[in-house]
């Protein structure tokens, strides 16, 4: 009865836990460059004596689905958008992380920021110059007209980087960071769309229908954990005898 229990309320536990991942992704459907999260678990088997046949749903650490999301244009010179795999190198502390997120700004001393993150270039974070006009190559140059106009100057380059497969993890800020202490490389074929903005990769239409059924199966725990409480009652009755 305690086994039923126990894995009736561990899987409920792992329910919750779901539901507010699914929760968060529907949150954030509409924040760009937004990676949507999903719940791990694993059946775990209890260790000691008389206790290997009850397992209980242990929650993992959620994954993060890395599928780019749809291109957004806006005609903004600031914005950018990665093509195909890739992220950009911003600052956030002491680390270096990353972000698909292009919605830059330009702070009153130059610097290029995204979502309050310094952006990084080749040299550490890029500070521009006063300009009148700004162009982004596709491989993440910065061209600088001056105000009195004349002829282009370069501002810096966009720090790009291509991490491997499992190489990046998603922190509780919402930026990736990788899980090696050096910042990583950056990579020369990148490419990036000026006016484009990158949306989130959330499916509102899966996140719903995954958000009831995660309902659903909170309920059927539940029912279960009272299931166990009304068998447990009425073997006490059997024991008294009343």
């Given at each position: 009865?305690?086994?039923?229990?126990?894995?009736?309320?561990?899987?409920?536990?792992?329910?919750?836990?779901?539901?507010?991942?699914?929760?968060?992704?529907?949150?954030?459907?509409?924040?760009?460059?937004?990676?949507?999260?999903?719940?791990?678990?694993?059946?775990?088997?209890?260790?000691?004596?008389?206790?290997?046949?009850?397992?209980?749903?242990?929650?993992?650490?959620?994954?993060?689905?890395?599928?780019?999301?749809?291109?957004?244009?806006?005609?903004?010179?600031?914005?950018?958008?990665?093509?195909?795999?890739?992220?950009?190198?911003?600052?956030?502390?002491?680390?270096?992380?990353?972000?698909?997120?292009?919605?830059?700004?330009?702070?009153?001393?130059?610097?290029?920021?995204?979502?309050?993150?310094?952006?990084?270039g080749e040299g550490g974070a890029l500070v521009l110059p006063e300009f009148s006009q700004l162009e982004i190559g596709s491989d993440g140059t910065v061209s600088l007209t001056p105000p009195g106009g004349g002829a282009q100057i370069e501002g810096g380059r966009i720090k790009l980087v291509r991490p491997e497969d499992g190489q990046l993890k998603k922190g509780l800020d919402g930026l990736f960071y990788a899980d090696q202490p050096e910042p990583l490389a950056m990579d020369e074929n990148i490419v990036l769309k000026q006016g484009y903005l990158e949306g989130a990769n959330v499916n509102v239409v899966e996140e719903m229908v995954q958000t009831m059924a995660l309902g659903r199966q909170f309920e059927l725990q539940v029912r279960a954990m009272k299931t166990a409480d009304d068998q447990a009652r009425a073997g006490a009755r059997l024991i008294r005898g009343s």
């Open positions: 009865m305690d086994r039923l229990l126990y894995t009736a309320m561990s899987g409920a536990q792992h329910a919750m836990m779901a539901q507010g991942i699914r929760a968060n992704n529907l949150a954030n459907a509409n924040t760009q460059g937004f990676r949507a999260d999903y719940e791990q678990a694993s059946a775990r088997f209890l260790e000691g004596d008389g206790l290997h046949t009850r397992a209980l749903a242990q929650s993992l650490p959620a994954g993060t689905n890395l599928a780019a999301g749809p291109l957004q244009q806006t005609g903004r010179d600031l914005d950018i958008a990665i093509q195909g795999d890739g992220f950009i190198a911003v600052q956030s502390g002491e680390n270096e992380a990353y972000t698909r997120a292009g919605n830059m700004l330009v702070s009153p001393e130059g610097e290029l920021t995204i979502n309050g993150h310094p952006v990084v």
